[in-house]
């Protein structure tokens, strides 16, 4: 636990040792205050909600998730220093948890730094706050499942370009799967069970169910098993390379 401690602090530290998470921010904060206000059409509405505000979370999250991914191992595997890393008294385990979390924190943050649109919809109504607070829980799971799946495709390469576009295409199958126009093509060839399975695995449908307010316990569940199946791939990356 100590050492999953030190990685998590020097990961943590890193990201505001440069501009790199300044910018991240503040391009993630401008994005949602223009797809809340003026594509989501906030005001216009007339109702005391954050519905437009967390509409757009997975497309937001799509790019800005996997541009802070990519660089988790890539960027290390590019100077050598994955082999200096695991050469320390460390777990693979505890590098790829420490990094993970590092990163899922630092999003977190961001989306915390939100919370000025939270109080202006408590300013002009009386909003359910307690589906909003479901909501931003929801958001923070998804945005780790699609970090674990960055981080694992960045191990994979050496390349943070190469890893960016992995890891947006993997994550965009992970959205959409659950969309009716992409289960229309599995229906007539596959059993029933086959494509609800597939449906199941779509982010879109467990965050929606969740941003409505509805903590189910599986939709929780989902992203954790999604979360820890790709941490465990990412682990399992490392080794092999190690190997190598």
Sequence with gaps: MNNLGV???????????????????????????????????????????????????????????PAIGMRLWAEERKYGTVELLLTLPITATEAVLGKFLAAWLFIGLALLLTFP???????????????????????????GGFLAISACLSAATRNQVVAFILSVVACFVFLLSGLPMVLDLFRGWLPQAVIDGIGNLSFLVHFTSISRGVL?????????????????????????????
């Design 117 to 143: 649109i939270w109080i202006t919809v408590n300013v002009l109504g009386h909003p359910d706050n307690g589906v909003i607070v479901a909501a931003y829980v929801g958001s923070w799971l998804m945005a």
């Design 7 to 65: 990685v998590l602090r020097r990961e943590l530290a890193s990201y505001f040792a440069t501009p790199v998470a300044y910018v991240f921010i503040v391009i993630y904060l401008v994005m949602a205050a223009v797809f809340t206000f003026y594509l989501g059409g906030f005001y216009e509405r007339e109702i005391a909600d954050l519905e437009p505000f967390f509409r757009f979370h997975p497309w937001l999250y799509l790019f800005l998730v």
């Design 216 to 244: 189910d316990l599986r939709d929780v569940l989902y992203f954790v098993l999604v979360i820890g199946f790709w941490l465990a791939a990412n682990r399992i990356v490392l080794e092999r390379k190690k190997a190598e």
